[in-house]
């Protein structure tokens, strides 16, 4: 009985003491940061023959900012403009004549910008990716 009593007493000293410590940890923080996309959006998007579509919203990104495009589109052979627009109305962009695309584009001027992608081609053509921004 004094054996129970006693180990009794040793729980509820032990419960009490593990509820009622805490530490307190102080962390460093590092005065570098990492540039992570703001956002990523999947395509799917049928553009128009001869048109130009913009994706999504205005977005703010800072000087030094890249928009990254992983898409291919169909029919391959078509010829696709990948960029952006300048809020200048200004339109940015590389050249794809191969079917695929993975690149990305440098903002040198913080400020909003649109995702856009223009099809030079004569006929309708599907786009489909991720673009990281």
Known sequence: MYLRKLLASLMICTLVFSCTTSFAVAAETSSEFSISPRAVTTLDHEISANAITTIDDWFYV?????????????????????????????????????????????????????LAIRNNASYDVVVNGTVKY
Not at 77 to 95: E, K, M, Q, R, W
């Open 62 to 114: 800072s000087s030094g900012s890249k928009i990254t495009y992983d898409c291919t589109y169909s029919p391959s052979t078509a010829n696709l403009d990948f960029g952006f627009i300048t809020p200048d109305g200004l339109f940015y962009s590389v050249n794809c004549t191969s079917g695929k695309i993975n690149r990305a584009l440098q903002i040198d001027q913080k400020g909003q910008y649109k």
